[in-house]
């Protein structure tokens, strides 16, 4: 297999967790459009380039990474950039900006292959001419973080732990489940005093818990405190919640908004909400859910067996592009 | 200005009271400020909120005795057409300002012996006329209709306001709510308010049908969609561009659309601006499908306009239309983030359209009724 390293930044840590998880070989470089950014990500490319890499990878295309291309392109080394972003989101000029560059960069033939980590995003670019594949995210439990998960005690402790407080993250119709799910509790990020001020004023039992660094560990303490987890943005491309709390034993639902399941009809049924926005469908999606904690568990763990064996080959094809 | 704004809130809790005394302190100054250097235009502001003050006392006065009417702005069109869509007694207030104005739609209200007032939504200064109104006849029901859902709470405006009305429904001084989704009449009434539920419903009689050309090309349309990110424009476009021989028909389109639709290399027939709503549905009819895959919603109205033009519309699997029937099979999304699903989405409606649109005409026949029988409740409870 070609060696690579995989460059990321820390604007969007939460795709980190996936990210390097996936990728052996990874550092973190800035971003920003200084000198002082320039050089320290050129020196880190430079001791990276001496070690004979023959490729680099960008996990995402962020501001000021377009000057880094070129500086990779001048030794002829092959750049490969993974999309942290998709069509729904270039609603905000940031996102735009940069995804139109990072499209320019690949018509100019700088860019030498383009992932995309859903398989819609990856066929409208493909249409289009460009050179880009699909990539499929993945996450797997490193087997001494696992951890004893929340026993049954009569009360239906439900985790939301939106990473952002953003438009996407849909965080108050989430909350709504508490309301609608009798018996519940609900554990959640707080990323605004809005969310506590709104479940006191709709009266719906829960308990602020916040994450103070997004990584894997902090994570993995909140996840295996409750019941099931819930993770319903209105879109996404990676879904680190999702995984950490099923690879810990914990269910966890998401919105439709992956391609994980196509084809998979039990963990479709069970884990993807067909309405990321309807309270009342997703607190009758979480009571089915554990009714067959079970059978939900037993078939996530053979699918993912699978998927692992699958997203592996994926990955080492996106690298031997 | 924003510096010393951002350096106050790292001390101060959000929404706490030192940050509501400093918020009004604030606005108060900003709106004194606003006065002198545009003192023009705020009186002849003023002279346009008053004269829509006289005219609704006028209005009020056609309703004399009756047992409703409904407050709505004129200005906010998705309001304004629900609002035309449920209601007969209809009253057409923009922002009422001022202690003057306040008591005349109030006092004009108690004058002409109406049984309730309707407030469809609420807009700055509708608040104290609900007060006053109560001030002058406790008996006189007041009932708020909630156009929003949950999601709207990110906002400041809409979640201040939304704790004001309940509030006031606390201190006695709503009698009800309505909701136009079925989620948020559920979930206010488990949280315990007097709650009804409506449905946005719409009657487009009036519009002219117009006879589509013959064209060799797939024209879908998609409107309306560039004022949020919650419209997903950008996806929308792209799932246009993988349909064979497409042509998107965008209105309004903004600058950033209009590149990407660059970009794609998707041929256009767009317009930068919005256009008035009677041009809009003559020209959709033009369409073989237009697409409103929105993330989150109510009762959307576009849709229904959509369907009674003529034309199908696909739309997300965010609002009460078509759910659990053959037609909701066809036309809503589950995964409104997926071009190349909301693709085969747009060439499956396609080739079923006449299906589709019986369904829909079996559907309206009903939803008609349904509506009808809920404003009757909503009025009569």
Known sequence: MEKYILLYGDKKPEDNICITNMFENTRQINLGWTDFDYNHNVKIIDEEIEKGDTQVIFSGFEIGWDKLVDYIKEKNIKVKVISNTQDSLLYYEYERNNFFRLLELSKEGKVDDMAFLRKGEYEVYKSLGYKCSYLMENYILDSNKKKEVKKENGTIDIGIYPLNYTWDKNIFNQLCIGKMLDNSNVNYNELDERMTDFLTTMNIESKPDKIENINEDEIINKVIKNDINVSLSFTEYFHPVFFISMEQGVPCIIGNTSDLFDGNEILDKYIVTKAEDNPIINSKLIEDCLKNRQVVMEEYRKWKNEYNKVAEENRNKFLEK | ?381
């Open chain 2, 1 to 381: 200005m924003q510096k010393l704004k951002n350096f106050v809130k790292r001390f101060i809790k959000k929404d706490g009271f030192l940050y509501r005394v400093i918020k009004k302190i604030y606005h108060i100054l900003s709106s004194l400020k606003y006065r002198i250097v545009n003192g023009k235009n705020v009186r002849e502001q003023n002279k346009h909120y008053t004269e829509q003050v006289d005219l609704a006392v006028k209005k009020l006065e056609e309703y004399k005795d009756k047992d409703y009417i409904v407050f709505y702005n004129p200005t906010w069109l998705g309001v304004a057409n629900s609002t035309k869509g449920l209601f007969k007694n209809i009253v057409p207030l923009e922002q009422v300002f001022g202690k003057k104005n306040i008591n005349k739609v109030a006092e004009a209200v108690v004058n002409n012996n109406i049984k309730s007032v309707i407030f469809s939504q609420i807009v700055d200064g509708w608040v104290d006329v609900l007060k006053k109104i109560k001030e002058l006849n406790n008996n006189i029901k007041t009932k708020v209709i909630w156009h929003g859902n949950c999601y709207e709470f990110f906002s400041d405006y809409t979640w201040n306001l939304n704790k004001d009305v309940m509030n006031l429904y606390k201190e006695g001084k709503i009698d009800s709510f309505a909701f136009v989704r079925s989620i948020m009449y559920e979930f206010y009434k488990k949280v315990g308010f007097k709650s009804f539920q409506l449905q946005n419903n719409v009657h487009l009689d009036n519009i002219k049908r117009v006879e589509k050309k013959k064209s060799d090309k797939v024209k879908i349309g998609i409107y309306n969609a560039d004022s949020r990110e919650l419209k997903n424009i950008y996806t929308s476009l792209s799932a246009i561009k993988l349909v064979p021989n497409s042509i998107a028909d965008v209105v309004p389109i903004n600058e950033s659309a209009k590149k990407f639709t660059e970009i794609l290399g998707l041929e256009t027939t767009s317009v930068d601006d919005y256009i008035p709503t009677e041009e809009l549905l003559e020209r959709i009819q033009q369409n073989e499908v237009n697409i409103y895959p929105t993330f989150t919603e109510n009762g959307p109205m576009f849709p229904l306009e959509s369907f009674e033009m003529g034309v199908p519309c696909l739309l997300g699997n965010n609002n009460d239309f078509f759910v659990g029937t053959k037609l909701g099979e066809y036309v809503i999304l589950t995964k409104e983030d997926d071009p190349e699903y909301i693709k085969e989405r747009i060439i499956n409606c396609i080739e079923h359209k006449d299906e589709i649109m019986a369904l829909y005409r079996e559907w309206k026949k009903e939803f008609d009724i349904k509506c009808s029988k809920l404003v009757e409740e909503f009025i009569q409870g």
